[in-house]
């Protein structure tokens, strides 16, 4: 089943006939495959580690899957189709991403949802894109296209960071943040009374979720010998948490995994803020799947806290795999629980 904007790209395939075609940030579907049957060859770059996962056997001489926040070359293409992402601030780096791998006059396809930002596009396109033309609108979305008229600007990661001091309970840190990652600007509310209720941790932690990493310098900054895993399913968030890690002169452990899937053995302690939806599963779904994997791969003694909107139904959950429920600390909008 492909998703609507998938749809709308599939019902315009013949703009793809015999070209090389590169997709940005693509939905969780096979429309990659799809496209092969007019397409010459088709390049696929997921932001989000289970799209990446959903396509990956599907590879072939004719499609090439890849996961990360840029391509690991700098292969040009006839056309690149950019998925408008659901945060409106990550929109102008795939456009720019977009446009460094795009031939001379080559054809960028922008697609989105009627409801994202994408109807604004004629607005947002830099001065390198030709004025953009509404190609198609069905199944809820925007089809928009643009010719390449001049060269873009190579990407550099600082271009798109924003780097902040916080003030923690564990020390001062510098934060790295890329456009599109969560707290981009700011720490967040929930991750600020989880700082201010870490327990003293040693061993093997896994910052769960961990974002542009602000869980992880917080521990390694009260902690430097904890062997810190820190997991995101998004490809820009992993690209900040090392940016966060580098400006603290900090190492960690970082890496791709869907849930706690990638993650492997066992932990001293699970720390984190965790994700509450991603569109597709509820929150009971996520939030029982999240409690039931750390429980698993939680060592006998082993110590999990994390903060949670209150209004989240973790309480059941928690009860059911760790027997009891503990809510360490709570304010007005969030609790923090843990399982001792
Ligand atoms: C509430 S944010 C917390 C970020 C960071 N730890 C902080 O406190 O600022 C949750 C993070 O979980 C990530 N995430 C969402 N779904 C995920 C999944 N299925 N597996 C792993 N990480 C996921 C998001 O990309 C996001 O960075």
Redesign the pocket.
Known sequence: MLSNPSQIILRNSELFESKNVLLINFESDQLAKDLLANAANVTALALDF?HYQQLESQQSSRLQVHFGHQLPNEQLFDCVVVFYPKSKSLAPYLINLAACHLKQAGELYIVGENKGGVRSIPKQLPAYFDSATKLDNARHCLLFSSELIASAPAIKLQDWTSQYSLNTPQGDITICNLVG???EKRL?E??KLLLEHLPSLQGRVL??????G??TAALLKACPQLEVES????AM?LAACELTLAANGMQAKVYP???LNQAQGTFDAII?????H?GLNSTTNIAAQFVQDSAAKLKAHGQWRIVANRHLPYSDVIAQYFNSVNVTAENNRYKVYSNR
């Open positions: 289970n990652v969560f707290s967040d929930g991750t910052d769960f979720g961990c974002g542009a602000v869980i997991v995101d399913i998004n968030a995994s869907d849930g984190s803020n965790p994700p509450f991603d």
